[in-house]
């Protein structure tokens, strides 16, 4: 199983990026796919989720500003992130789980300056 991320960088507060994580080894429509973030000095936190079915949920902290999405022919998620705040900052990963195993992305670093 393989998850690779791409998409972070470094933005202004008010900016946007949109993530992919790109998976393969697996039946990706199957499987529920998560993006997750690890702040500096932090614990990693769950962002948003996405089932196999396309239900979502989100953190409360990025609720109306990040935007979860699946496109199953690619085998790839998504995180459309709006109105970056400088507390958004972190390395993102995108985290799936299949045979009783969780397997994470490589991260990919978002910057949000003030």
């Known amino acids: 199983v393989q998850l690779q991320a791409s998409g972070g960088g470094l933005v202004q507060a008010g900016g946007s990026l949109r993530l992919s994580c790109a998976a393969s080894g697996i039946i990706f429509s199957n499987k529920d796919m998560g993006w997750y973030r690890q702040a500096p000095g932090k614990q990693r936190e769950l962002v948003a989720r996405?089932?196999?079915?396309?239900?979502?949920n989100y953190a409360d902290s990025v609720k109306g500003r990040f935007t979860i999405s699946r496109d199953n022919a690619k085998n790839t998620v998504y995180l459309q992130m709006n109105s970056l705040k400088p507390e958004d900052t972190g390395v993102y990963y995108c985290?799936?789980?299949?045979?009783?195993?969780?397997?994470w992305g490589q991260g990919t670093l978002v910057t949000v300056s003030s």
């Open positions: 985290k799936t789980q299949t045979r009783g195993a969780l397997y």
């Open positions: 996405i089932t196999s079915g396309g239900t979502t």
